[in-house]
T-cell receptor
Framework: AQTVTQSQPEMSVQEAETVTLSCTYD???????LFWYKQPPSRQMILVIR??????QNATENRFSVNFQKAAKSFSLKISDSQLGDAAMYFC????????????FGTGTKLQVIP | SAVISQKPSRDICQRGTSLTIQCQVD?????MFWYRQQPGQSLTLIAT?????????ESGFVIDKFPISRPNLTFSTLTVSNMSPEDSSIYLC???????????FGSGTRLTVV
């Protein structure tokens, strides 16, 4: 079974600084998707960024970028120019390639942004 | 991306009673997924609901406790039956976003059982 591990229960960053959240996963599959979701106190799960395993290029979305190391099964999220609105729980997630596959979530990292 | 309306947003219920949570999607979807998020925890998949067939439950979840209905391609309900304080959680429904291969989530139902 696939597992997703986030070893940092909490992180903090100064506003405007950069922070990196770590994620490792375990799978025997070669094709899959990886995601980072953000869950603010409103509870709404928001997709931040996704990565297809077959793509070597790291995904970027504005201030958010990932460092995908397939051989190491590592998928970290870098947030640049941190803003107060970035404060939230961040979940790393995995799903197998193919339609209608369930998503497996990590345990989450609570990010605090210090003004 | 699909838009999901989930209700109620929160409820406080007496132990031994049942609560039905509804999710309405603004487009037709084949599969809907129900997750539970216990306080301070990650999301755990309860079951997958396919229209026209019985839901598929994950290990540790049973139909008698969490009956699911999926009457059409835009709607599903999850019932939490015979509730106990241990059922106090956030319950979320989700659907696959065919554009991103990620999943879109409802806004969640915060359930407190007293």
């Amino acid at each position: 079974a696939q597992t997703v591990t986030q070893s940092q229960p909490e992180m903090s960053v100064q506003e405007a600084e950069t922070v990196t959240l770590s994620c490792t996963y375990d799978t025997s599959e070669s094709d899959y998707y990886l995601f980072w979701y953000k869950q603010p106190p409103s509870r709404q799960m928001i997709l931040v960024i996704r990565q297809e395993a077959y793509k070597q290029q790291n995904a970027t979305e504005n201030r958010f970028s990932v460092n995908f190391q397939k051989a190491a099964k590592s998928f970290s999220l870098k947030i640049s120019d941190s803003q107060l609105g970035d404060a939230a729980m961040y979940f790393c997630a995995y799903r197998t390639f193919g339609g209608y596959q369930k998503v497996t979530f990590g345990t989450g990292t609570k990010l605090q942004v210090i003004p | 991306s699909a838009v999901i309306s989930q209700k109620p947003s929160r409820d406080i219920c007496q132990r031994g009673t049942s609560l039905t949570i509804q999710c309405q999607v603004d487009s037709q979807v084949t599969m809907m997924f129900w997750y539970r998020q216990q306080p301070g925890q990650s999301l755990t998949l309860i079951a997958t609901a396919n229209q026209g067939s019985e839901a598929t439950y994950e290990s540790g979840f049973v139909i008698d406790k969490f009956p699911i209905s999926r009457p059409n391609l835009t709607f599903s309900t999850l019932t939490v039956s015979n509730m106990s304080p241990e059922d106090s959680s956030i319950y979320l429904c989700s659907v696959e976003d065919t554009g991103s291969y990620g999943y879109t989530f409802g806004s969640g139902t915060r359930l407190t059982v007293v």
